[in-house]
């Protein structure tokens, strides 16, 4: 049993987690359910209320944290942290942010309580190695594939064989946004962030199907992508930045997305879609929000019952 006190509430359960669930139905790691539990960051409001926090894998840097916490919130111009000791974390500094308690100022040293720009979790299916691939997905890939000609993460060789082999295509074209129903683009935040890539639900549905939304990926990267574990930071000179363990997705410790090696007729990723991607690990894995951290990890773990066969689609 492992607790730990955060303002004055104390999350509890038998595998750390802050919330209640089966230790024997942790199937996708355990340390993901314990992540609130370690985390060593905290970041606390005017009413010393938990409002996000993150565990310091060593190399987030001050600046790291600071871009993040403006991607996440409409913070003023200017702004910094202040530990509850009073000792200011300045801006632009390369060093990892230091573990600890903090609160967000303004200039004139008033403590912000500032309301995220989203909490909105965008679900997705992990890729499922027993499903059949449509036309439209055949034809992804081998776009794609050509123009990529290796995973962007870790660097393979990107592989397939013929199906009536027998063998397992190792290498997908991971899609950055999830498919979704082309009526999502009446949801403002969707239509906000692809108004410069579409001006209609078909047309929307034909930038979720084309070369710019996706990328070549292994499939244990794949999976991880897909999950959140890690994502680019675009800003960050295209970094992956793992806000969990990821060695057994086998992402590089201190990589960056690759560049394409092929054809490059086709365009590459976009940098739009990436950065709603590394949005979505930022809210799933900073902001303190223990309900819709709870929701993601069911719909997670859920998800691969279903690929696993563990699970009916019904459920």
């Not at 230091?98 to 309580?113: A, E, F, H, K, W």
Request: proline share 6%; hydrophobic share 35%; charged share 25%.
């Amino acid at each position: 049993m492992t607790s730990r006190v955060e303002g004055d509430k104390v999350w509890q359960c038998k595998s750390g987690s802050p919330f209640e669930t089966d230790d024997e139905d942790c199937e996708v790691d355990p340390e993901l359910d314990d992540y609130y539990s370690r985390r060593n960051i905290l970041i606390f409001d005017e009413h010393d209320s938990l409002i996000a926090g993150l565990v310091q894998r060593g190399a987030f840097t001050v600046s790291n944290v600071y871009r993040w916490m403006d991607i996440l919130y409409p913070l003023p111009e200017i702004w910094f942290f202040r530990s509850k000791v009073g000792e200011m974390i300045y801006r632009d500094q390369q060093k990892p942010f230091p573990l600890g308690s903090y609160q967000i100022v303004d200039q004139g040293s008033r403590i912000l309580s500032p309301i995220p720009k989203s909490t909105h979790h965008i679900y997705r299916c992990f890729v499922n190695n027993h499903r059949r691939f449509t036309d439209l997905d055949d034809k992804l890939f081998r776009r794609v594939q050509r123009r990529d000609g290796r995973c962007l993460i870790t660097g393979k060789e990107s592989s397939t064989f013929p199906e009536q082999t027998g063998q397992f295509q190792s290498s997908f074209a991971v899609r950055i946004f999830p498919l979704v129903s082309p009526i999502e683009w009446n949801t403002p935040s969707t239509r906000e962030l692809f108004k410069e890539l579409a001006d209609s639900p078909e047309s929307f549905a034909e930038v979720l199907q084309s070369p710019i939304n996706a990328f070549i990926c292994n499939y244990t990267s794949s999976q991880g992508f897909n999950g959140h574990w890690f994502s680019i930071d675009v800003d960050g000179d295209h970094r992956v930045v793992q806000f969990v363990d990821c060695k057994q997705w086998r992402i590089p410790r201190d990589g960056r997305l690759l560049a394409s090696q092929g054809d490059n007729s086709e365009p590459g990723p976009s940098d739009l879609m990436l950065q709603a991607h590394f949005h979505q690990a930022l809210i799933l894995w900073i902001l303190h929000n223990p309900v819709g951290h709870k929701d993601f990890r069911t719909a997670t773990r859920l998800a691969l019952q279903i690929q696993n066969r563990k699970a009916s689609l019904h459920e």
